[in-house]
């Protein structure tokens, strides 16, 4: 297989014409006109084109996990989710750098050492922003979390094991959260060395 970093920047449709439909600072929702390889038009293709996000999976030296409990009103149901949310609109902050502020923000763990593990594509469909997984070991509770106005997050520290338990089990989970599950858990594994977890 090639490299992400081989592919990422080709394209195989030309855009023809692209319309801004909506703007915000996190995102524009735009239309595009494209002409494909064998010579056919798609005259209208949707894109929302989003700042990149970043998911944490903060890890204790007992042997737990640190999960928010979070409210989707999409899915009109709970889920738990790694911490974690969008880079700073229209900064030049970091993913690694916003790593650390969602994990200190909705959670008031700090993490001894950051790891990157790399990304994944949320919905490359019609997105175009980028998944950023980080492993938080040597995590400590500093202070209160900072929830933004309308967040609706429980903090929960679960052992290892349950939490893999659980999503054996089939506990709902969401799909990006499985996604940055699986590029964390060679890492969990390795740094527990609990060997008989496996998904």
């Known amino acids: 297989m090639t490299p992400d970093d081989d592919i990422e920047n080709t394209s195989e449709w030309e855009i023809i014409r692209s319309d801004e439909l909506y703007s915000t600072p996190y995102f524009r929702f735009r239309r595009d006109t494209c002409a494909l390889p064998d010579e056919r038009v798609m005259p209208a293709y949707y894109v929302w084109e989003m700042v990149d996000w970043v998911n944490v999976v903060p890890l204790t030296d007992d042997g737990h996990i640190v999960l928010v409990n979070q409210y989707r009103h999409a899915a009109q149901r709970r889920f738990y989710e790694f911490p974690g949310g969008t880079t700073e609109p229209d900064t030049d902050e970091s993913p690694e750098y916003a790593a650390r ?83 964390a858990l060679p890492a969990i594994k390795k740094f527990y060395s609990l060997s008989s977890m496996a998904l």
């Open 101 to 183: 502020r969602e994990l200190r923000e909705e959670t008031g763990y700090e993490p001894g050492d950051l790891t990157y593990l790399g990304h994944h594509y949320p919905n490359p469909g019609i997105q175009n922003n980028k998944m950023h997984v980080y492993l938080a070991t040597g995590c400590v509770h500093v202070g209160d979390p900072r929830l933004d106005t309308y967040e609706d997050i429980e903090v929960e520290s679960v052992e290892i094991q349950e939490f893999v338990q659980a999503v054996e089990q089939g506990r709902p989970m969401h799909s990006l959260m499985m996604a940055s599950l699986t590029l």
